[in-house]
């Protein structure tokens, strides 16, 4: 297989020959010679992006539901203090439904 562009060609056969057998590179036509060629890919990551990983792993971790608010509004709707107006709850059902 044959890869060209603009700036370079590299023949992917020719990189395998040469981990076989480790003699010295062919020459593709017009291309520059080759020191040796690494058997290996590497990947860094930024700062950033290590941030947001360990980030989201966080976020994963918790809970989707926050048990301190459902206490509190069970203690609230046991006591009589916690009143839902109906209109609103029903608009903000609505609200939720639209944008799903």
Do not use: H
Not at 1 to 14: C, F, K, P, Q
Not at 36 to 45: G, Q
Not at 76 to 96: C, F, H, S
């Amino acid at each position: 297989m044959r890869i060209e562009g603009s700036a370079y060609v590299v023949d992917i056969s020719r990189s395998q020959a040469l981990k076989k057998n480790e003699a010295a590179p062919q020459l593709v036509q017009g291309a520059r010679p080759a020191a040796r060629v690494l058997s290996f890919d590497r990947v860094e990551l930024s700062p950033q992006v290590r941030e947001m990983q360990k980030l989201k792993g966080e976020l994963e971790s918790l809970p989707e539901v926050r048990l301190d608010r459902v206490a509190l509004a069970k203690q609230q709707l046991q006591n009589g203090g916690y009143r839902a107006e109906p209109t609103l709850l029903a608009q903000k059902m609505m609200d939720a439904y639209k944008t799903r």
